[in-house]
């Protein structure tokens, strides 16, 4: 199972694209600006989209990829993209965006009985098998009804272990709890704020270096940990924090275009 990194930023500018995931040929774990990397027949072959929360970094892809991807889905006669949210984060993508105001509503688009996205509710303790991978929806805690994911290859779960995705996510105890009985093959945690933003952080729900030393002391097993959502311009210094922290996991700073294999190819 490989997961290619298309976006990682907490924000946009030039080389920075906003988080998106993915995992094999058709399946996102949100959809940033760096879906827009992809290819039009790349894009084509997207079948799943997995929403963590209604923030615009992590779907302003959606309504984009679906307007790209309509003549050649309709002409391959290939089934509605599934859009996976949790229903607040659906609501959103409805009422604020798919709304015929700020984008059309690919939900009734081309033809209300065929249209080129379908919305799908999941909530948290879900699993989905998504073809050969085992996609479950894992606890988050932010400043609007969010998740995070654990994807793991469907044959061989306990043996390869989770490429798992925290999300958007401030201290999340019910996470580690969960983890705590999972095997951890590699974790993308976010850390968006420098400590001397300890209180910004605070209030958007986001993890400082001070707090992801605490987040990942919960983590029992040393593990391969990439660090996502850091500001453009601000890499440098989160990681020089992050550095300095004592910890057993292997921490690196993810970049645009790594590719993570969990289980062989």
Known sequence: MQIRVLGCSGSIAAGSRTTSFLVGDNVL???GTGVGDLSLDAMARIDHIFV?????DHVLAIGLLADSVTRLRKAQERPPIQVHGLAPTLAALRQHILNGVIWP???RLPEPDAPVLALSPIEVGQTLLVDSQLVEVLPAVHTVPAVGFAVRPGERA???GAWVFTGDTGPNPALWERLASMKVACLVIETAF???EQLLAHISQHLCPRRLREELAQLRTPTDVYITHIKPGE???VMAEINV???PHRVRALTGGTV???GGA
């Not at 963590?52 to 615009?56: D, F, G, I, P």
């Open 260 to 262: 993570i294999t969990i």
């Open 105 to 107: 509503d690919f939900t």
């Open 245 to 247: 922290l004592p910890t």
């Open 235 to 237: 890499v440098d210094a």
């Open 29 to 31: 774990i949100d959809a």
């Open 194 to 196: 420098r400590d001397d």
């Open 52 to 56: 963590s929360h209604s923030h615009l």
């Open 158 to 160: 306990a043996d390869d």
